[in-house]
Structure formats: structure tokens, C-alpha cells
């Protein structure tokens, strides 16, 4: 994720970055162009033969139609970030407050190693669904969690050694430890329901960010939206060209900017956990979710 400053406006107009759409249409605004061009002189050079009628009454009708559909498209894929960035804020909070009941319920010198093991398997939780939401082989994502960073995984915290759910290896092998600490009478059962609420909150924001993963903008209302900027935008320069002549190249062209932008900000963020410029900063909060479980359980 890019971090600027949104009152710099006028900077932020000169700003190119590597997702811009403007990169990504380059081709495309270039041959469309050519297009407008043949479409423009054809008809200013051959009006008599054509019998080209303007179309500008309908283009105008349904650009109205083509900014509704954009700003429903546009909401929806804001959403589904906003939805992601509102889950990986509660982990953030469960993880800190899994780690102070567990830091508070098992403070004496004897529990050092069960705590240990605690800060390890909880800062790995984070990581471990960030490399799942992005499609990350398991045993990659092993090999990532087992570092010389003494915050990392160790041989033996995982009771299962190839899980293909990596965070919900963990879970498991959370809940396995605070279970044991209730048969041998460390914990109460009260404190055992009051830790597996806290776990439990961990799968339901995994479960979430599936949810937003595994289900995409259903796949013909994504279709009927690039066939309509297509057709309307493909046909755009017999409407302006009766009353701007050559300057419909310029203008078609950035109307197809416009509209094109628009579909392919939303195709990007409306899976927010991948590495695009505008995807969420997952990384950083898994670090920040790492720093302070550490802290919290040192």
C-alpha cells in the first residue's frame, strides 16, 4: 500500500507510479486512438457516401447509465477492501488481547517456556494468513514461519508437520496447549472459555477474509460492464464528431481513460490481500502484531 499525503493535491496530479492505470492502458489508449482518428477523418471526408448520423442524443442517455454502473462497481470493490482492512484491524486487537490474558495467567519464571512458545505460535498467525490469502504454497509459508529470528516458528511448536491450512495449524495447536493447561489445573475452565472466545476470533476473521477472497463480483454483472464501456466508447466518436471534429480523438481517448481507470481500480482492490500498490498493508500489520505479542508476552 502507498502511503502519501492527500492534501499535496497538486503533486498527486503529476504523481506516476507503477499501478497506474495510465501504464496499464497505454497500448490500448494508443490504438484507440488510431481508431478514433480513421473513424473521425472517414467521416468528416466521406460524410455524403456514409450518410453518418450523429449519435450524441444516445451517447448522452447512456453515459448517464455507464456513471451509474461505474460508482455501483466503484462502492463494491471499496467495500470488499474496506470489509478486508476492518478484519485485519480486529486481528490486531485479538492478537493483543489473547496475549495479555495469556502473559497475565501465566506469569511466573516456571511458565517462561510456555510463554515463549505463546509469543511464537501468535506473531505466526498473522504471517500465516497473509501468505494464505495470497495463494502461498503451505510449505512455503512454513519455510517463511521457521526463521533464526528467535520470534519465529521452531521445530516442534506445530504438532502437525505438513498442515495444508497453515493458520489454522495454529489455532489448533493454540487451543491444544490452553486445553492442556486446564486438564493439568493451570487455568480454570472459566479462564479456558474466556481464552477460546479470543481464539475463536482468530478463525472468524480468517474465515472473513476468505469470504471476500473466494468470492468474486459475480462474473456476467463484470462482463455486461466491459462490453458496455466497450460498445459505448467503440461508437463514441459518431456522436462528437459533428461538433468537434478532430478534437473527438483527444476526447474519446480520455473518456476511455476514464472509464477503463475506473474498472481496473476496482478489478484491483476488490482483493486487497495480494501486493498491488493499493492492496492493504498486511505485511506492516503483521510486523506491528509480531512487535507487540513479543512485548506483551516477554
Same mark, same amino acid.
Given at each position: /500500500?502507498?502511503?502519501?499525503?492527500?492534501?499535496?493535491?497538486?503533486?498527486?496530479?503529476?504523481?506516476?507510479?507503477?499501478?497506474?492505470?495510465?501504464?496499464? /492502458?497505454?497500448?490500448?489508449?494508443?490504438?484507440?486512438?488510431?481508431?478514433?482518428?480513421?473513424?473521425?477523418?472517414?467521416? $468528416?471526408?466521406?460524410?455524403?457516401?456514409?450518410?453518418?448520423?450523429?449519435?450524441?442524443?444516445?451517447?448522452?442517455?447512456?453515459?448517464?447509465? /455507464?456513471?451509474?454502473?461505474?460508482?455501483?462497481?466503484?462502492?463494491?470493490?471499496?467495500?470488499?477492501?474496506?470489509?478486508?482492512?476492518?478484519?485485519?484491524?480486529?486481528?490486531?486487537?485479538?492478537?493483543?488481547?489473547?496475549?495479555?490474558?495469556?502473559?497475565?495467567?501465566?506469569?511466573?519464571?516456571?511458565?517462561?517456556?510456555?510463554? +515463549?512458545?505463546?509469543?511464537?505460535?501468535?506473531?505466526?498467525?498473522?504471517?500465516?494468513?497473509?501468505?494464505?490469502?495470497?495463494?502461498?504454497?503451505?510449505?512455503?509459508?512454513?519455510?517463511?514461519?521457521?526463521?533464526?529470528?528467535?520470534?519465529?516458528?521452531?521445530?516442534?511448536?506445530?504438532?502437525?508437520?505438513?498442515?495444508?491450512?497453515?493458520?489454522?495449524?495454529?489455532?489448533?495447536?493454540?487451543?491444544?496447549?490452553? +486445553?492442556?493447561?486446564?486438564?493439568?489445573?493451570?487455568?480454570?475452565?472459566?479462564?479456558?472459555?474466556?481464552?477460546?472466545?479470543? $481464539?475463536?476470533?482468530?478463525?472468524?476473521?480468517?474465515?472473513?477474509?476468505?469470504?471476500?477472497?473466494?468470492?468474486?463480483?459475480?462474473?456476467?454483472?463484470?462482463?455486461?460492464?466491459?462490453?458496455?464501456?466497450?460498445?459505448?466508447?467503440?461508437?463514441?466518436?459518431?456522436?462528437?464528431?459533428?461538433?468537434?471534429?478532430?478534437?473527438?480523438?483527444?476526447?474519446?481517448?480520455?473518456?476511455?481513460?476514464?472509464?477503463?481507470?475506473?474498472?481496473?481500480?476496482?478489478?484491483?482492490?476488490?482483493?486487497?490481500?495480494?501486493?498491488?500498490?493499493?492492496?492493504?498493508?498486511?505485511?506492516?500489520?503483521?510486523?506491528?502484531?509480531?512487535?507487540?505479542?513479543?512485548? $506483551? $508476552?516477554?
Amino acid at each position: /500500500m502507498i502511503l502519501y499525503n492527500p492534501r499535496d493535491w497538486f503533486s498527486l496530479i503529476f504523481e506516476f507510479h507503477r499501478s497506474d492505470t495510465f501504464r496499464k /492502458m497505454i497500448w490500448v489508449l494508443l490504438i484507440f486512438s488510431v481508431y478514433s482518428w480513421l473513424m473521425t477523418w472517414t467521416e $468528416l471526408h466521406y460524410r455524403e457516401y456514409f450518410n453518418f448520423h450523429s449519435t450524441i442524443a444516445v451517447h448522452s442517455l447512456l453515459g448517464f447509465i /455507464m456513471g451509474l454502473l461505474l460508482v455501483f462497481r466503484t462502492n463494491t470493490a471499496y467495500d470488499r477492501w474496506w470489509e478486508g482492512r476492518k478484519q485485519w484491524g480486529a486481528l490486531v486487537n485479538s492478537t493483543r488481547h489473547f496475549a495479555y490474558q495469556l502473559a497475565a495467567l501465566l506469569p511466573g519464571p516456571e511458565h517462561a517456556e510456555d510463554r +515463549a512458545a505463546l509469543t511464537r505460535l501468535i506473531a505466526a498467525y498473522p504471517s500465516a494468513l497473509r501468505h494464505h490469502l495470497r495463494r502461498t504454497d503451505s510449505g512455503e509459508t512454513l519455510r517463511h514461519l521457521h526463521t533464526d529470528d528467535p520470534s519465529g516458528l521452531q521445530a516442534g511448536d506445530l504438532s502437525v508437520s505438513d498442515p495444508q491450512h497453515v493458520p489454522n495449524a495454529i489455532a489448533a495447536e493454540l487451543y491444544r496447549r490452553i +486445553a492442556k493447561w486446564n486438564r493439568d489445573g493451570v487455568i480454570t475452565g472459566e479462564m479456558l472459555i474466556n481464552l477460546n472466545a479470543e $481464539l475463536a476470533r482468530f478463525t472468524d476473521i480468517t474465515g472473513a477474509c476468505e469470504r471476500i477472497l473466494k468470492t468474486p463480483i459475480p462474473f456476467g454483472y463484470s462482463l455486461f460492464i466491459k462490453k458496455f464501456i466497450f460498445a459505448y466508447t467503440i461508437t463514441l466518436p459518431l456522436g462528437l464528431v459533428d461538433q468537434f471534429n478532430y478534437w473527438t480523438v483527444p476526447l474519446t481517448v480520455f473518456i476511455l481513460y476514464v472509464f477503463g481507470s475506473l474498472e481496473l481500480l476496482a478489478e484491483e482492490i476488490e482483493e486487497p490481500f495480494g501486493l498491488d500498490a493499493n492492496d492493504l498493508p498486511t505485511d506492516p500489520l503483521s510486523d506491528t502484531m509480531r512487535s507487540n505479542v513479543t512485548e $506483551l $508476552l516477554a
